[in-house]
């Protein structure tokens, strides 16, 4: 008898889970609450959709799930990834180990999934919402309500997100749905987001882009290092550093924790070799006055700032500024630091951190607690860097969760 398979979210982990599932031969639907399928993928890397990395390993992860990851990953990786998009007639394009459609639209991704879906007979139900999900033990199967009507599968994947960027559907829906059969849910916080931060002096460099590094710390102590493209706005730090640091920022600060963030807009020098630098600066232009002896150095808007913060004027005379004055504006360029209060919230993170914890699924990506309920994509504590680590979790947790919930009896119990 043909199994019947429900997902629950037509997102990239959705999408996936339902097209694995119809290729064991099981009759597939997907329920989206969207007006269509896949919408925040086309989001993605600036809408050119950065779909995995060369780069790839647990360590490009955070969460609760390494054990889970690892054994996720090796299943269905990087090199599977772009053999199966391959298959869909998708060619690829590969920059510093980031992979990219050659099209460079995201929605080539989305529509080759999209007829794929189609070309497998996948039932796509959009505008769809699931409002209750039960599990009848003497049907021995799970019952879905949904807007005045229900539906009966033998199996069901919840692949339905987090709590990032609501406005494509991920509004916390699959927690409350996890949690009706015992799962805990890690809190979650925004990840992959830009730092808000206490200072007012933002407003004066907002809109700037510049290189930098960047030292998050938590009640004083050095707890990671981001270097990239900073872009500093008018209420702190975005940036790829920067939302490589939000998720471990955003625990502290539920924690009531003190955050700070130590920026170097120098990253390639230390102490000794900056303060070599500026004495060499001094002696071949000494005369000139601070707004000229710094030009040249970083962003004219960076200087000012910092020059304003170690209380030298921009019309002094760089041989005439007090030595403990230049020294302070050294360590301004080396480490200006930064009081964080808070992070961007969902609505304008990339990614959600938390979610279900992943020590109560098992390696097919089924539930622990309950037999023939499966979990695929974000709705999972696992999230990743910047760099296509998501969609490369998406793609695999998908692939996993739709064949075991195609090949695998629903068990009794509970």
């Known amino acids: 008898m043909t199994r019947q ?23 597939v ?22 779909f995995s990395n ?33 298959s869909l007639g998708m060619r690829i394009k590969e920059r510093d180990g980031y992979l990219y459609p050659a099209s460079d639209q995201a929605s080539t991704v989305l529509d080759l999934l999209r007829y794929e879906l189609k070309r497998r007979g996948v039932a796509v139900h959009t505008g769809e919402a699931v409002r209750t999900l039960t599990f009848d033990k003497s049907r021995k199967q799970f019952l879905i309500g949904r807007q005045g009507k229900a539906g009966c599968y033998d199996s069901v994947i919840l692949s339905c997100g987090g709590k990032a960027a609501p406005n494509t559907g991920s509004d916390g829906d699959g927690f409350r749905l996890a949690e ?5 849910i890690v809190r979650p916080v925004p990840a992959l987001a830009a730092l808000v931060c206490r200072e007012s002096f933002y407003k004066q460099v907002a809109g700037v882009r510049c290189d930098a590094s960047l030292v998050l710390q938590i009640e004083g102590k050095d707890v990671g290092v981001e270097r990239g493209e900073l872009q500093l706005t008018d209420y702190g730090l975005s940036g790829i550093p920067a939302f490589q640091l939000c998720r ?6 539920l924690e009531k924790k003190s955050v700070t963030v130590r920026v170097s807009f120098l990253p390639d020098y230390d102490v000794a070799s900056c303060g070599s630098f500026f004495r060499e600066r001094l002696s071949a232009h000494g005369a000139d006055e601070m707004d ?123």
């Open 292 to 414: 000229v002896f710094l030009t040249g150095i970083v962003n004219k808007k960076i200087n000012q700032l910092l020059l304003k913060l170690a209380g030298i004027r921009e019309t002094q005379r760089a041989q005439d500024v007090p030595a403990e004055a230049m020294k302070r504006l050294q360590e301004l360029y080396l480490g200006l630091e930064t009081a964080v209060t808070g992070t961007n919230g969902f609505d304008r993170a990339q990614v959600c951190a938390g979610g279900v914890d992943c020590t109560e699924i098992t390696e097919n990506m089924m539930s622990k607690r309950r037999p023939g309920l499966y979990f695929a994509g974000e709705i999972l504590d696992i999230d990743g860097l910047c760099g296509g680590y998501n969609l490369q979790w998406a793609w695999s947790s998908g692939m996993v969760a739709g064949r075991a919930a195609a090949r695998e009896a629903t068990l009794d119990g509970m």
């Open 248 to 253: 471990t920022a955003g625990y502290a600060l």
């Open 29 to 50: 639907t997907v329920y989206e609450k969207n007006d269509r399928v896949g919408k925040k993928i086309l989001s993605t890397g600036n809408g050119r959709c950065n």
């Open 180 to 184: 009706q059969f015992g799962h805990r």
């Open 54 to 86: 060369e780069a790839m390993g647990v360590e490009f992860y955070h969460g609760s799930g390494t054990a889970l990851l690892s054994g996720v990953l090796s299943a269905f990786g990087v090199a599977r990834t772009k053999e199966f998009f391959a």
């Open 5 to 27: 398979v429900a997902v629950i979210g037509g997102g990239a982990s959705g999408m996936m889970a339902a097209i694995w599932a119809a290729g064991e031969g099981a009759s």
